[in-house]
């Protein structure tokens, strides 16, 4: 087993023992573990509404999911991420660095933060509109993703927002007895 198989089978395994409030960030801080990243972001929402109704962070200011929100009409990504759902987008796939440097999405929300760096998934279901995100952000701009770590990321999302699941309805039925 590598070290990601190893990663998904004690995510699962953890359902019993982490509280749903504190799953997403008890996952985020084991997945730094697996991949190198200096923050992180896991959100969840209605895609209609474009606010966040539920969002962790870790590593980034408390203000940095409302700020995302506030230009998410401007953010490169996400229509590349809406093409791809259920694949992880490196921001490079969609804009190179010098084009990115010099965008309003990096002066009005990234740079601000310290954000030089993006890898992200979102996972989407049409019929409610409902949506998760996951953002993982370095600060070093000489810092790249690989295309590995992308794989990688792609791999673990998947389980993450699958995990959180059943760790909500294993407590919901633990508490019904």
């Known amino acids: 087993?590598?070290?990601?198989?190893?990663?998904?089978?004690?995510?699962?395994?953890?359902?019993e023992h982490c509280r749903t409030d504190s799953f997403r960030e008890t996952?985020?801080?084991?997945l730094a573990n697996v991949?190198?990243?200096d923050a992180a972001l896991w959100g969840s929402?209605?895609?209609?509404?474009?606010?966040?109704?539920?969002?962790?962070?870790?590593?980034?200011?408390?203000?940095?999911?409302?700020?995302?929100?506030?230009?998410q009409g401007i953010n490169p990504i996400l229509?590349?991420?809406?093409?791809?759902?259920?694949?992880?987008?490196?921001?490079?796939?969609v804009i190179d660095d010098a084009a990115f440097r010099d965008s309003r999405i990096y002066r009005e929300?990234?740079?601000?933060?310290?954000?030089?760096?993006?890898?992200?998934?979102?996972?989407?279901?049409a019929r409610s509109h409902v949506y998760t995100l996951l953002s993982l952000y370095r600060f070093d701009a000489e810092r790249a993703f690989s295309e590995d770590e992308r794989q990688i990321f792609e791999r673990i999302a998947?389980?993450?927002i699958a995990a959180e699941s059943h760790a909500f309805f294993f407590h919901v039925a633990l508490r019904d007895r």
């Open 158 to 160: 998947y389980h993450l």
């Open 27 to 30: 996952a985020l801080q084991l």
């Open 109 to 125: 929300c990234f740079s601000g933060y310290g954000v030089e760096r993006i890898l992200s998934y979102i996972a989407y279901d």
């Open 45 to 71: 929402g209605n895609y209609t509404s474009s606010v966040f109704h539920s969002v962790v962070t870790i590593g980034l200011e408390p203000d940095y999911p409302r700020a995302l929100e506030q230009t």
């Open 79 to 93: 229509p590349a991420l809406m093409s791809n759902v259920g694949h992880a987008v490196d921001m490079r796939s």
């Open 1 to 15: 087993m590598d070290r990601v198989d190893v990663f998904i089978a004690n995510l699962y395994q953890s359902i």
């Open 35 to 37: 991949l190198d990243f």
